[in-house]
Structure formats: C-alpha cells, structure tokens
C-alpha cells in the first residue's frame, strides 16, 4: 500500500521523476530517515549518512557508543558518527559495504572480529566487549490480549475475510473473529448455518512489539459448503490446495497449514 501511494504522489506532486530532496523522499509513506539516504546515496550517488540495523551496530562498537538506540541521546549520538564516517566519494559502494559488514561480520551475537577489515580502530574490540554494544532494549512487561479464531471448514474450504485497512494486519486475509461471542452464536449469526462439529485447539501466542495476543482457535464444521454468505471482495471460501488469495497474517498461515495437515491426515 506504501508503494502505490508513493508511486502516486511521485506521479502526481514530482511530475513522475523520483525526488532528489532528501525531505520530499522521507515524505513518501514507509521512507525514513535511514532508507530515504540509502536510495540517494545507491541510486544517485549523493552523500547521506544511512543508520540502518546493521550500520547502526557496526558504528555502536567502533566507537564504543553505549545505550539502547531508542533512546533519543542515544540515537543522536549515531547519528552523528554515522555523518563523521560517511565519505565524501564512493557514497554508494560505502554505504552497501557498511550494511554488509553489519550483516556478515559485524553480527549480534558472534562477531567475526578476525574478518572485520576495521577491527584495530574498533573500541569494542580493542576492550573485548564486542556483544556489550549496542545496548540492549530495557526488558518491559506487554500487555496480554486474547481472542477467538474460527476456522469454519465447508465443503473442503475454510471461511477467511478480509480485515479492515486500518489496524493489525491491514488489508491482510484471516480467520473471523468471535468478537467475544461463543463460536456456535458466532456460526449461527455470520453464516446462518448449524454446527456439525467444533473443535478447540490450543492457544497460539503470536509477540507484536506492544503487546502480546492469545488466539483461541476454534474448528466448526459443516455438513457441506455454506452458501448463506457467498465469496465477495472482502470475505470467501478458500480451498486450501488453492493458491492464497492475497497476503495471509502470519499466525492465521500457521493455523492453516495446521488445518490443512489434518484434513491431509498427517498431523494427528
């Protein structure tokens, strides 16, 4: 969605020419800071300072920068040796040589410090506390949230709708949602079809970055294909040897690729 609605304003505000501008590419939705200097720096040859993951990690050790990087002090402080070290030439092969020492040498959890190219002006190294940078995220209690998955089966197909643009998984396809309502009500009143069978399987806890979501899901058969709710825009009936009808969340991929072993009867 990010893509077409900058591929519109590119077309619309920029004559069609990709911005030049630093300001007007982090204007496009879903280009930061790091990413819109990356496309200038690659595609243009322009010098800007890039702070993605990897950059980040490479320059927290080389000068011994200490503390979690969201922290605005923090963050600044990269930012700063990020602009120090970006050269004025080669901008380019620079900024895909620091990414990829970040990723293949400079790694999280076992640097490969004898391959690093830069490890004698490395603080981190030179004190042996290469993993103590950058600093970690303060540990922090999220939320619990819970909710009721039905993977209602008809026919050999499963129910999937399509959820609203805004919000978790927008646009993306799943299981409905109870809504709080016991899962034969929900049955009755969103397909108006009598329950052959239920069956509830475990919880599946899926992490988000704020909170945590429990997802009960509960199996609801049919004796043949429901056809009080036919296939629209925004809801259908999905074979699962079919291909996916669009972006799936990952949670529901999981408990559909359950679904599918068991009718396949090699789970169980």
Known sequence: RNLHQAARIIRDEHGGEFPRDIDAVQRLPGVGRSTAAAILAQALGERHAILDGNARRVLARYEAIAGWPG?????????NA???HTPAARVADYTQAIM?????????????????PVAEGCIAH???????????????????????????????????????????WGG??????????????WCAARLRARVRAMHCWPVLRHGFSHYDLDISPVVVEFDHAVAAVADTGDALWYRLDDAPPGGIAAPVQRLLDGLRNRLDGTDG
């Open 100 to 116: 990829d020492l970040g990723a293949t040498v400079c790694t999280r959890s076992k640097p490969r410090c004898v391959s690093c």
């Open 172 to 185: 993306l396809w799943s299981l409905p949602e109870t809504g709080g309502l016991e899962p034969d009500a």
């Open 71 to 79: 922290r605005s002090a923090v963050a600044s402080a990269l930012w």
């Open 82 to 84: 990020a602009e120090r």
């Open 126 to 168: 030179r004190e042996g506390k290469e993993t103590a940078y950058p600093g970690r995220k303060p540990a922090k209690d999220k939320p619990l949230r819970a909710t009721t998955m039905v993977l209602a089966v008809a026919g050999g197909a499963v129910y999937l709708e399509r959820r609203p643009e805004a919000g978790i």
